[in-house]
């Protein structure tokens, strides 16, 4: 379980050379993909929650 602890000095690099290799290859595979295997949509309700956010949190507003 991960805590506002974490220390990265304590992670050996190479656990971070597997995981880049991991997201390298999964990037690689959807960027490369012929199709997504995901709608490419955003649903209304989740579009109007982000831009709930960024208005609220961010002081973001769209003119």
């Known amino acids: 379980m991960h805590t506002i602890r974490d220390d990265e ?3 050996h690099p190479k656990a ?3 995981l880049g290799e991991i997201v390298y290859r999964f990037l690689v595979d959807v960027l490369n993909a012929e199709e997504f295997m995901f709608p490419k949509q955003i649903p209304d309700d989740l579009k109007k ?3 709930e956010y960024f208005k609220k949190r961010l002081g973001i507003v769209e003119d």
Request: glycine share 0%; net charge neutral; proline share 0%.
């Open 9 to 11: 000095r304590y992670i």
């Open 16 to 18: 971070y050379e597997l």
């Open 49 to 51: 929650k982000v831009e």
